[in-house]
């Protein structure tokens, strides 16, 4: 059976109600929309929370129970170990994708040369052992939040000499993505922000990151990393404010920098409901910017008030990222749907690993079903087509192609009496539009 206690994840289909360790929706090489699933999907498994996470939270020490634990006394042996489990679950799973960060796979030494040794024995058992699977790297990145040197932030660090480590471990991050082909480089500024505003200059932070930004992508360019570069918005924790709040913030700050040709994003469903968003609103807005890179697939609790990296099982929020993605066309260029997720502290056994990330790939696989039939009808389209026809001719038709003056709307809203502009409005029928996407629920996975 190998070194996890569980035989490789099967298709079983919707006859058994009870979900056990089979996948009821997610049949990875169904064709839906002309590509097949797993081409729509690219799930990857995020190694911090399904390898490095105890399921510790803020009022108790971890619950988790894991196959190495109480194996190996010298963290390096643990590291090592710990490679050769994750590439078994990858394979037994069925994902094809993997990312990290680099603090997640191997111990730090006392300084950056010896850490930077740890890492690359580490990685070199990754490398063969991606050769061995075909299991590829989505993302990797570069932990610069969790040593308490980070206290003040990485890039918008106060202090330079911090600024200048950040940028020596960024190097060799980039380094190890183009010897693992990363197909995307992901930059979380977990402490870029400020704790009190009276201390900060802002400006002067953010052109201090602009800055990094730009070095590292000449030195991609010099290496010949093909990758793309995605920032990750989050709206708060661990600082009072986050720099990259959310997409929106971070579409400015990308057009502020002239970054815009370098960097997508990376979303996440919890950091949006952070930002006071919907998951949804977060993809809109990235996709209609042209920047649309790569997803995190969890999700939040609305009730708390912090990062609870849920597993995804909300097929009303699966369904809306799969249908602005099937209105994409992609993900992004090379994005793909990576589990920043861990099970809750009650779920505990080693099984549970496989339980909660079959959990998220069927609510994934269900949402794409469901907004493909929508897709197909063009429910959406034609309700939005609808809404707006008024800008498909006449005086509206002006204002689309951009012939409208003040003077010629004046002239044509001058005498209009009130009646007729409460006749020129109509009824959005809202309530009867969620009931029909509830509809589409219901029909598309009978």
Known sequence: MGLWDVEKIPFVGTDNV???????????????????????????????????QELVDPFGTGTSHRP?????????????????????????????????????????????????????????KIEENMKATGVKLLWNTSSLFTNPRFVSGASTSPFADIYAYSAGQLKHSLEIAKRLGAENYVFWGGREGYENL????????????????HMCNDYAKE???????????????????????????????????????????????????????????????????????????????????????????????????????????????????????????????????????????DAFAAGLLIADKMHEDKYIENLQAQRYSSYDSGIGATIEDGTATLASLEEYALDKPQSELIAATQSDHLESVKATINNYMFEALK
């Open 68 to 124: 190495w634990y109480g194996k190996y006394s010298d963290p390096m042996d643990e590291a090592l170990a710990k490679v050769d489990y994750a590439f078994e679950f990858f394979t037994k799973l069925g994902a094809e994708y993997f990312c990290f960060h680099d603090r997640d796979i191997a111990p730090e030494g006392d300084t950056l040369r010896e850490t930077n040794a740890n890492l690359d024995k580490v990685v070199d």
């Open 18 to 52: 009870e979900q056990g360790l089979g996948f009821r929706y997610y049949d990875a090489d169904r064709v839906v929309a002309g590509k097949k699933m797993k081409d729509w999907l690219r799930f990857g498994v995020a190694w911090w929370h399904t390898f490095d």
């Open 198 to 213: 009276w201390n900060t200059q802002m400006k002067r932070e953010q052109a201090h990151m602009a800055q990094f930004f």
């Open 223 to 361: 290496i010949g990393l093909d990758a793309q570069f995605l920032i990750e918005p989050k709206a708060k924790e661990p600082t009072m404010h986050q720099y990259d709040f959310d997409a929106a913030t971070a579409i400015a700050f990308l057009q502020t920098y002239d970054l815009m040709d370098v960097m997508k994003l990376n979303l996440e469903g919890n950091h949006a409901n952070l930002a006071g968003h919907t998951y949804q609103h977060e993809i809109r807005t990235a996709r209609e910017a042209g920047v649309l890179g790569s997803l995190d697939a969890n999700q939040g609790d609305k009730l708390i008030g912090w990062d609870m990296d849920e597993f995804p099982t909300d097929l009303y929020e699966t369904t809306t990222v799969m249908w602005e993605v099937l209105a994409e066309g992609q993900i992004g260029p090379h994005g793909g749907l990576n589990f920043d997720a861990k099970p809750r502290r009650t779920s505990f056994v080693a099984e549970d690993l496989f339980r909660s990330h079959i959990a998220g790939m």
